[in-house]
């Protein structure tokens, strides 16, 4: 059999977790290579003493999980803005059917979660980060799970004479890599750096920059106390952004390995026992993958949720210290 | 190091980047907008429904005058119906009467008539009897009568003035 002799000949099964690990993660090299942005990288990191060597060089070349970062942020905002306005600017104000989908969120998230955590008055300061957060995390999860770069390597690969097998071109790479933004930990971390900054901001804009500081430990404890309770309430600071941060790439990244993993499926069993049991195993391998997509779907909104709704409260604790 | 682990700088630049302008593009052109749009249509919402609650209860108020009037009407309706009927009767009633009594009194009046003329019809014929009776004795007095004769005479002339009167 042609496809049976041709995976068997390029595939092994221990190759398995190696290529789920490549499909999620990002990829090491630059999908498009922009001169000004090498130089700039190279600039920035010597201010900070690093070298290209150095693990924590800031490279700010376009990798896949950049370039996917822009096309979910283009995505998200002019649909998100489309919509909006299209329903504002519409005289008889029936929204669509996205649009009742977005207002049925942006009305949950307002009534359920800001004015129930935030408070009535406060809300509206933060009712732009927390909607953010959701559809920028949401857009990220549910665009992670639509194979659409998939389908252009598939493009470059069936052009396998020409010079697209070439593995510097842009679909080979794009279909290789991870496409889901918010597997990336550096992803989640910025988002999950940003409610850690607004959670502080909160406190310190409503009590005043020492106030917000006293009010990490509740006060009238004894004070051998003070030395166990402000530790942990410190440490609880910095471990709240970090499980927002794994918490959500982890979430992701688990959903797609294993969704990688069930489809290998067909490839291991073709390499070790040939392309008969390949075809036999295919079904099973498919409508596994089937329902972990279902799954991932759910995943995608309630993580999504869970990320607005974590940084609604913690920006509310930091508001009613009381609580 | 763990590729799905690995800290790149350059990657997290650019999300806190991208996070960002699409934070302040969305907040400007979708959030803001679509809060200030939602906040007043649920005034919109509530202020409608507030008049529409007072319009129920003005409508309510209206129908129970509108009702009390209608009865009012009704019970007026009612005793002017009855009123008339009373009046109607009445006045029927008179001229019952007034056609009653009239009636009596043109009986009565003939009655009185008959009864004037009657007598003076007896007072004719008793007159006309004492003439007759006059001519009668005159004629019988210029014959000789024997006894017999005038007692038979005077018998039936007596007698006749009898039936005349029992005729009359």
């Known amino acids: 059999m042609f496809i049976g002799d041709k995976i068997g000949k390029e595939w092994t099964m221990d190759q398995a977790p190696q290529y789920a690990i490549d499909h999620v993660a990002n990829s090491k090299k630059n999908i498009f290579e922009f001169e000004f942005l090498n130089s700039l990288s190279e600039k920035i990191s010597s201010f900070f003493g690093l070298t290209p060597e150095s693990m924590f060089y800031i490279d700010l070349g376009i990798t896949k999980h950049v370039f996917l970062l822009f096309f979910v942020s283009f995505v998200s905002v002019s649909t998100i803005i489309m919509l909006v306005q299209g329903y504002i600017s519409h005289k008889k104000n029936i929204p669509n059917r996205f649009m009742s989908i977005v207002e049925m969120f942006v009305l949950y998230l307002r009534d359920d979660v800001l004015k129930n955590f935030i408070g009535d008055k406060e809300y509206r300061d933060w009712a732009p980060l927390v909607y953010t957060i959701f559809f920028f995390v949401l857009f990220g999860n549910i665009l992670g799970l639509i194979p659409i770069f998939d389908l252009t390597g598939l493009l470059g690969k069936i052009g396998a004479n020409t010079e697209l097998l070439n593995k510097d071109n842009i679909l080979y790479l794009l279909s290789k890599g991870g496409h889901t933004v918010t597997a990336n930990v550096n992803v989640t971390f910025a988002i999950a750096t940003i409610t850690f900054f607004a959670f502080i901001y909160a406190g310190i804009k409503k009590y005043g920059f020492v106030q917000h500081w006293k009010n990490l430990a509740p006060s009238g404890l004894p004070l051998p106390l003070y030395f166990i309770v402000v530790p942990i309430e410190f440490m609880g600071l910095f471990i709240r952004p970090l499980a927002l941060t794994l918490r959500l790439a982890g979430n992701m990244m688990g959903g797609h390995i294993a969704l990688i993993i069930f489809i290998t499926f067909i490839f291991s069993a073709t390499a070790e026992l040939g392309g008969l049991a390949g075809f036999g195993i295919a079904p099973f391998s498919v409508s596994l993958a089937l329902g972990l997509t279902m799954l991932e779907l759910l995943v995608a909104v309630i993580q999504a949720y869970v990320f607005a709704l974590l940084t609604a409260v913690f920006i509310g604790m930091a508001i009613h210290v009381d609580h | ?168």
């Open chain 2, 1 to 168: 190091m763990n590729p799905l682990l690995t800290p790149e700088l350059g990657t997290y630049v650019w999300s806190l980047v991208i996070f960002l302008t699409v934070l302040f593009v969305l907040k400007k052109f979708a959030w803001n907008p679509l809060l200030d749009f939602l906040e007043e249509r649920e005034k919109d919402i509530a202020e409608s429904l507030k008049m529409a609650e007072s319009a129920k209860t003005d409508l309510e108020k209206i129908k129970d005058e509108s009702e009390k009037i209608l009865n009012e009407a009704k019970k007026e309706g009612k005793t002017i119906v009855s009123d008339s009927k009373l009046r109607a009767e009445e006045s029927a009633n008179k001229i019952l009467n007034d056609a009653k009594e009239k009636s009596n009194e043109f009986l009565d009046d003939a009655k009185s008539k008959i009864d004037i003329e009657k007598k003076r019809a007896i007072k004719e014929i008793k007159e006309e009897v004492v003439d007759l009776s006059l001519e009668l004795a005159t004629k019988v007095l210029q014959r000789n009568i024997n006894d017999e004769d005038n007692s038979k005479f005077v018998k039936s002339s007596l007698e006749a003035v009898k039936v005349d009167e029992a005729k009359s």
